[in-house]
């Protein structure tokens, strides 16, 4: 079966859902947080941060969640809201009201915040994809970092820069993925937001972040060689680049191809990159439907990745896709052929911890 990486469809509806925030805070009050999930076992406070990717609807939502957000989390991600999709669904406007929630509440708790993304080949508002003269667009897509970087300038501490530009299968595909950037602008969109980023917030980290650079097939270390490529030109040209995301949603069928990583990793790290894990979740659809089965193969899953992570070197942060399964994206882009509801993140869908926090709790201390 193909892959969501190979057709990736976004509902947007999802990304888009806005509701008044006071309603849903309101709401949320109603709801009692039973204590037992209050418990002294936070992570916030880990050596290596303990990242958490914060989708708007449950953060607004579901008071449990932002409780354990405050217990737990080191960094704070918005998952959905720092996308042009999210941000720019007209052209003229810029709409910040879902991201400065999120970050407003992640300063009120001192937790520093990841930016994602600010650009991405999906998740784009209908009218960035229909531009087609190249001077416009570049106009546009530095226009966007300006605003949006110089916003939270010196408040979002790292930013993915750019997402997902390298080909799913470079091997078969030519290294860049297709998408209006690259359409448009050729291999140059890397550099100009790279180099807008820069000028917006010189005091920001930033990211390349991409999936699928883990594993050692031939289209792994095709993809990893593409990464390589683009952050040796962009040093060349002297445009600034911090560091490297691994989206790390891992296959529980795959395994992890550990001298090809740690090879990986500490290439990055001669060229004086940092190496970040961004989205970390565990892709469970093959495996068998008892739960106990899953949480030990999403363990050995996972810590067979961070083994081979953290013998490569320092990592600066561990972060997860979403908190809760409830919210996965995973149950809806991997979807299970029996009724078993997906298992990919450290806590269930009633917000209880798995052997997953508990693994993740080891590699952050
Ligand atoms: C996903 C979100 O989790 C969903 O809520 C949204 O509907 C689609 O995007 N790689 C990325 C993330 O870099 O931005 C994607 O997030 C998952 C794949």
Redesign the pocket.
């Known amino acids: 079966m193909a892959s ?2 190979e057709k ?1 469809t ?3 509806s ?2 888009l859902t806005r509701r008044s925030a006071l309603n849903a805070i309101g709401a949320g009050v109603t709801a009692s947080i039973c204590s037992s999930f209050l418990t002294s076992n936070a992570l916030a406070t880990s050596n290596i941060p303990f990242g958490v ?1 914060v ?1 708007l609807d449950p953060f607004r939502n579901e008071p449990i969640f932002r409780e354990l957000l405050k217990q737990h989390a080191g960094l704070i991600v918005p ?2 809201a720092l ?1 042009w999709a999210s941000l720019r669904h007209t052209e003229g406007k810029f709409d910040f009201g879902g991201s400065d929630e999120i970050i407003n509440f992640a300063e009120v708790n001192n937790k520093p915040i990841h930016g ?2 600010l650009l ?1 080949y ?2 784009n508002p209908s009218w960035i994809d229909a531009v087609t003269s190249p001077p416009l667009l570049e106009k546009l897509l530095i226009e966007h970092i300006e605003t949006v970087v110089g916003r939270y300038a010196g408040r979002i501490a790292t930013w ?1 820069v750019v ?2 530009v390298v080909a799913h299968d470079p091997l078969t595909q030519g290294k860049w993925r297709k998408g209006v950037w690259h359409n448009i602008l050729g291999p140059r969109h890397v550099e100009i937001a790279f180099a807008a980023a820069a000028k917006a917030d010189p005091t920001c980290r930033l990211f390349i ?1 991409d ?1 699928d650079l883990e594993d050692d097939s031939l289209r792994t270390e095709a993809r990893q060689r593409a990464i390589l490529q683009i952050v040796r030109r962009l040093q060349k040209k002297n445009i600034p680049i911090h560091g490297v995301g691994l ?1 790390a ?1 891992l296959y529980a069928e795959r395994r992890t191809g550990r001298d090809n990583l740690i090879k990986f990793v500490r290439e990055l790290k001669s060229l004086g990159l940092e190496v970040a894990v ?2 970390l979740d565990v892709i469970d659809w093959k495996l068998s439907a008892d739960p106990k089965v899953r949480d030990r193969a999403v363990v050995a899953t996972v810590r067979e990745f961070l083994d081979a992570i953290t013998d490569a070197g320092s990592v600066r942060n561990i972060t997860t ?2 908190l809760s399964d409830k ?3 995973i149950k ?2 991997f979807p299970r052929s029996d009724s078993a509801k997906a298992r990919p993140l450290p806590f269930d869908d009633q917000w209880q911890k798995k052997p997953l926090f508990d693994l993740i709790k080891k590699y952050t201390k």
Do not use: R
Request: glycine residues 2%; hydrophobic residues 35%.
């Open positions: 969501f990486f990736q976004i509902n947007k999802n990304l990717a989708h998952m959905n996308k994602h993304a991405w999906d998740a993915d997402n997902e972040n999936y989206q949603h961004t989205e896709w979403g919210h996965s994206w809806d882009v």
